[in-house]
């Protein structure tokens, strides 16, 4: 059974930095892409970022370029979302998933964790 675990959410101030964690579980890690999603209040929810476990192949929402950087530790199956100049608008609650395509095909997804960042 695939299972995804996303922590590392808090509050944090504007500016700051926050680091997510998505440990997998229940398949050969390099088989799927790995993608984080937000949801922010009232808003629809978007995809972010997301990597290729198997080649580090990587993409990135406009929006976070250049703030957030997504990487893959094989070893430990896990992805990570490194987030700095953290903005208001970051707030949500952030989803890790994996599956064939970002940002469509992503079958399998873990509960997420709330990201907080005040003004």
């Known amino acids: 059974e695939v299972q995804l675990q996303a922590s590392g959410g808090g509050l944090v101030q504007a500016g700051g930095s926050l680091r997510l964690s998505c440990a997998a579980s229940?398949?050969?890690?390099?088989?799927?892409?790995i993608g984080w999603f937000r949801q922010a209040p009232g808003k629809e929810r978007e995809g972010v970022t997301v990597?290729?476990?198997?080649?580090?192949?990587?993409y990135y929402e406009d929006s976070v370029k250049g703030r957030f950087t997504i990487s893959s530790d094989n070893a430990k199956n896990t992805v990570y979302l490194q987030m700095n100049s953290l903005k208001v608008e970051d707030t949500g609650v952030y989803f890790c998933?994996?599956?064939?395509?970002?940002?469509?095909?992503?079958?399998?997804w873990g509960k997420g964790t709330l990201v907080t960042v005040s003004s």
């Open positions: 998933a994996a599956g064939t395509s970002f940002p469509g095909g992503m079958g399998y």
């Open positions: 990597i290729d476990p198997k080649d580090g192949r990587t």
């Open positions: 229940g398949y050969r890690f390099d088989t799927y892409a």
